[in-house]
């Protein structure tokens, strides 16, 4: 079976050069890490929240820190990284000054679960970044995004431009490859949404929810884990909705562009689906500052279609 490191190795020099080898494989050894420390934390006293609170007015857990504090390192470990961008720090932090890439990256998503024994995971991307002006570029300029997913086996999902491909942990803290070339099922009959939040929802939304449940045969999932719901969607099909909260239009949505939407919307584009934000595609959307939130909607393509032809004809009767 094939390493995670034997195939960085094998696209050394067409999709890789040196130093995305160098990185991509700094950010592996930081997930084994992190994986390592989340079976122990209930033992070791790193569960439960700090009195800190980060960019996002969310209470940090000390495993938010110690994961962000991993993810640095995997930065400072890698002499091309010039800036890290992170959802626990406020601006970008400057790590090698004559590095050309930027790593962005949410060190633990899903945190608020971990209480709960819930999957939580570690969100990625890595862009050509040389000044803080270069880190806001939209979504098709990722050269490489992916996630570990740390639940009852820790996986690695990656894109470098040619698929996506899925490895495991194995017993000797090796990644090996367990799926080549992973694609998203063009049809679905599952949706995964926060129903808590209907009243909040545009009319789109709502019908193309209110549709599914009368269709036979839909289901409707929902972690709480943009990781875990994601990785379900990677290995069995589905649609994920977070849409824009209509009661506050000026936040622009729950989920953040640049670690969470961006790499996310580049692997399932990677993988055959689409990524959707109402009527734009993730991935260009044109960023204006770090922690910028949007309305997410991803998967199955041909679902995915059905609710961005919604919203354009929604918009044309609208503009009419």
């Known amino acids: 079976m094939m390493t995670f490191e034997a195939y960085l190795d094998a696209h050394k020099g067409t999709l890789l050069n040196e130093d995305m080898v160098v990185i991509l494989s700094n950010i592996a050894e930081a997930t084994r890490r992190i994986s390592d420390k989340l079976r122990s934390s209930s033992l070791s006293g790193l569960t439960g929240a700090t009195d800190a609170i980060n960019v996002q007015g969310e209470a940090q857990k000390p495993l938010d820190i110690l994961s962000n504090e991993i993810m640095l390192e995997a930065c400072r470990k890698s002499p091309a990284v010039a800036f890290a961008v992170s959802e626990e720090l406020d601006a970008e932090v400057l790590i090698h000054p004559d590095g050309g890439y930027a790593m962005i990256f949410d060190p633990l998503d899903g945190s608020s679960n971990l209480d709960v024994n819930v999957t939580v995971g570690t969100i990625f991307s890595i862009i050509e970044a040389s000044s803080a002006t270069e880190i806001l570029k939209n979504g098709r300029s990722q050269l490489a995004a992916g996630y570990a997913a740390y639940g009852p086996q ?99 949505g729950r989920l953040r562009l640049l670690y969470e939407a961006n790499p996310i919307g580049f692997l399932v584009e990677a993988a055959g689906g689409s990524a959707i934000a109402g009527k734009t595609a993730i991935l260009d959307i044109e960023p204006t500052s770090l922690h910028q ?3 997410v909607i991803f998967g199955s393509r041909h679902e995915v279609a059905k609710i961005g032809q919604a919203y354009c004809v929604e918009r044309t009767i609208e503009t009419a």
Do not use: C
């Not at 080549?180 to 009959?189: F, N």
């Not at 069995?236 to 239009?249: E, H, T, V």
């Open 154 to 252: 820790t996986n690695l999902v990656l894109a470098i431009g040619n698929g996506v491909q899925i490895f495991t942990l194995d017993q000797h803290g090796v990644y090996v490859m367990t799926t080549a070339d992973a694609r998203i099922s063009p049809e679905t009959k599952e949706f995964a949404i926060n129903a808590a939040r209907r009243p909040s929802w545009d009319d789109v939304i709502t019908e193309y929810v209110d549709e599914s449940i009368e269709t036979p045969g839909y289901n409707m999932r929902w972690v709480g884990s943009m990781v875990a719901d994601t990785h379900r969607i990677f290995n069995r099909g589905g649609i994920f909705l977070y849409p824009a909260d209509r009661s506050k239009p000026a936040s622009g």
């Open 293 to 295: 939130r949007v309305p």
